[in-house]
């Protein structure tokens, strides 16, 4: 794994320094959660229906509280085979003309669950590939949300975006109606990569796009890229890196492929012999840490990094950091509400994910119910737990007091358990204990997913299941 850093990067935020691999740490790597969600969507089941999601809407206070809204657009034009995602293949956008009907008919249940004007101080677009759509359906699909719901002026409004759907007016539509985040997917440059993932796209069309992005007013771009692709290497990915700084976006997700190929069938069309050795994905992993340090990005929890004055870093600075189903945001006290197949909602009592194929989500809408079908309840040691894994994930601490504070309860005694296994972590110096908690350092933010594994009453440090990816 990565152990060492340049000496003149040893004091900047978010990087590694040069702290030597302390022993054998492979004994760390295992497959666990990204920690979107505090339990995860693997302990969901039945117990959360429609019945019980509509109830635990009507606790929602209005004006008191801010929202999100997540919004799922599951088509896309084309099958990405390294994709994770819920998505459907379509050629012609007048498929979509159903799916927006329960789009609209779904928000217009959902804000009629709720007393009074729900107030979104977040919205993002994701899928699939949100710009599948035509312009005159995303008019209509904002149209939708825009008569249901409050959007607070100074709230985030997100997309994500297939650069190969994308075009100049699009831009312009996007921001004529308010977003001010893009996140465009790039993945990697190298064409031998993009070919075994089935997603060409040049340099010249990011190049392009971010150009008019900026040129237009659109303050937040973001890339996202994917380590440990098929035929990648450190000295391809370096190129890759090397057109994403000259194009500097606000801020990037550098996530680690997840090859599940028992889950999800297209995965079966990479073969495993193209994917580089776990030796080789600590490599990458490693130098795009470093590249993008040296290039004046803050490492931002597991896997984003952002330029030094975006919102995220002065959230985390301040203690702000929130880690959802979105990634990384700074809305720590939102609920979220989420839309359209497979979305998942987070409220104060649970978890509620719609129906997972297209066909059952609009049968369900279109029949009158909400389209939930499993989910979780939560309880009181899931709050405690929860609140311990987001700071963690986040700050790369466990703060005991500041914990106790949060949740207005005393934490004696709460975590003996955990922070007895822990001892093993900070003589293989991946924390450092202090007075009441402990803190991340700089070698165990490699391994934070298995840290916050111990504090995973489902999981118990254990967590060797195929559902999930490897933690390092």
Known sequence: MPTIATANNAN????????????DLDKYIRRGPRYTSYPTAVEFSPAVDSVAFESELARIESGNQQHSLYIHIPFCRSLCTYCGCNMVVRRD??????YLDCLDRELAMIAGSVAG?????????????????????????????HSRFELNPDGERSIELDPRCT????????????????????????PNVQQAINRQQSVDLLTSLTAHARRIGIKGINFDLILGLPHQTPDSFATTLRHVIRLRPDRIAAYNFAWLPTLKKHH???????????????????????????????????????LADDPLVRAQDDGRLFRNFQGYTTGHDQLLLGAGMSAISQLEGCFAQNRKTIRAYMDAIESGKFATDRG???????HIRSAAI?????????????????????????????????????????????????SVTDIGRYYV????????????????????????
Request: glycine share 10%; hydrophobic share 35%; net charge neutral.
């Open 449 to 472: 997913r298995t840290i916050a594994m111990e504090f995973d009453a489902y999981r118990r440090g254990n967590g060797e299941t195929g559902t999930f990816s490897q933690t390092a």
């Open 268 to 306: 079966q069309k990479i073969q495993p012999e193209w994917l580089p050795a776990a030796d080789v994905r600590s490599q990458i992993y490693e130098r795009t840490h470093q590249v993008l340090c040296n290039a004046g990005y803050r490492h931002i929890g597991l896997d984003h990094f952002a």
């Open 390 to 438: 987001q700071q963690i994930m986040c700050n790369f601490k466990l703060d005991l007091d500041a914990l106790s504070i949060q949740l207005n309860r005393t934490m004696d005694g709460v975590f003996a358990d955990e922070l007895e296994r822990l001892q093993v972590y900070q003589r293989d110096g991946l924390i450092r204990f202090g007075s009441n908690g402990f």
């Open 12 to 23: 900047r935020p978010g990087h590694p320094g040069t702290t030597p691999r302390p022993g």
């Open 117 to 145: 004007k729900i107030r979104l101080q977040g919205l993002h677009w994701g899928g699939g590939t949100p710009n599948f759509l035509s312009d005159s359906q995303i008019c209509r699909l904002w149209t939708s949300i």
């Open 93 to 98: 956008t007048s498929q979509a003309s159903r």
């Open 376 to 382: 979780t309840l939560l309880t009181d040691d899931d």
């Open 167 to 190: 075009t100049p007016a699009q831009l312009e539509l996007l921001k004529e109606l308010g977003f001010q985040r893009i996140s465009f997917g790039v993945q990697d440059f190298s």
